[in-house]
């Protein structure tokens, strides 16, 4: 069974604060968005090459879900937001030696970073 309903967010606390009371466990974790990783891969795996292998999985949707996969021990460095709206955003990443890799046109399209 499901159920919803539409909150204002100066009243998430209260809500939080009213659903501990019921003893509903831990509410942090029910606000808290969850990401579903497919895998954990290197760095070295992205390219243009994985790209279109994971193009062949497509099309992706319901019961085929676009896969989701976890890098660690990257830092992301030249952040810029441009376009209207500021609606793109620009950035490299760097491994844990410090080399730049991975521009952001690349990894986007690669990896789900959210």
Request: aromatic share 8%; charged share 25%; proline share 4%.
């Amino acid at each position: 069974m499901a159920a919803g309903f539409s909150i204002e967010i100066e009243n998430i606390e209260k809500l939080k604060t009213e659903l501990t009371k019921v003893e509903i466990g831990n509410v942090d974790s029910v606000f808290t968005k969850q990401i579903d990783i497919d895998a954990e891969i290197s760095h070295k795996l992205i390219s243009y090459d994985t790209l279109d292998e994971i193009n062949k999985l497509k099309p992706f949707g319901i019961g085929n879900p676009e896969p989701v996969f976890l890098i660690k021990n990257m830092k992301v460095f030249n952040i810029s937001i441009f376009g209207k709206n500021n609606s793109h955003i620009k950035y490299f990443l760097t491994d844990e030696d410090g080399m730049k890799l991975l521009p952001s046109h690349l990894t986007e399209k690669i990896c789900k970073m959210q």
